[in-house]
């Protein structure tokens, strides 16, 4: 019996082909299945899984490009793509816990894309779901720390200078 971990890497197949314009891929998906020994359960959570990425596509690819730190949501890998679109899936359409969907696809990244790949997967699906700050936020948030740790060095210099004595 197939594992869920094979399930997803067979999601991730499927979803790769379907990328790389073989979008009749659908159509063979049990053939293929069947090839991996996924089977009853494991098959039927393999194509709620295949199936339900693709026909929320568009919604997942808009979820992961505004996630994207100096990137290119095209220029991405598309395995990558697969790993990120199955994760987002999980995460915001079966919410499925997240810290397991990420470890899910820092393996699958792991064993299916370059080295690089699995810390970059790592922080996108981490960011996916969580509301996005607004730059304006983020500039609050840093000038609030600013005059706090300010305040924190000024009152250190004021009791180091009254524990010394003067010097005349």
Do not use: C
């Amino acid at each position: 019996m197939a594992t869920r971990h094979q399930a997803r890497t067979a999601v991730v197949g499927l979803l790769y082909a379907y990328d790389l314009g073989n979008e009749s891929i659908a159509k063979f998906s049990d053939e293929i299945l069947e090839e991996s020994k996924i089977r009853n359960r494991q098959r039927e959570f393999s194509n709620t899984l295949f199936k339900g990425t693709l026909d929320n596509l568009d919604e997942l690819d808009r979820e992961i490009d505004l996630h994207l730190k100096d990137w290119d949501y095209a220029n991405i890998g598309k395995v990558e793509k697969a790993i990120m679109r199955l994760g987002a899936f999980e995460i915001l359409i079966l919410k499925t816990d997240r810290a397991i969907i990420i470890n899910e696809a820092v393996e699958l990244a792991k064993k299916l894309a370059d080295e690089k790949s699995p810390k970059f997967i790592n922080g996108v699906l981490d960011a996916i779901g969580k509301p996005l700050k607004k730059p304006e936020e983020e500039i609050k948030e840093e000038s609030e720390e600013e005059p706090k740790e300010t305040q924190e060095k000024i009152e250190t210099i004021e009791e180091d200078n009254q524990e010394k004595p003067l010097k005349s």
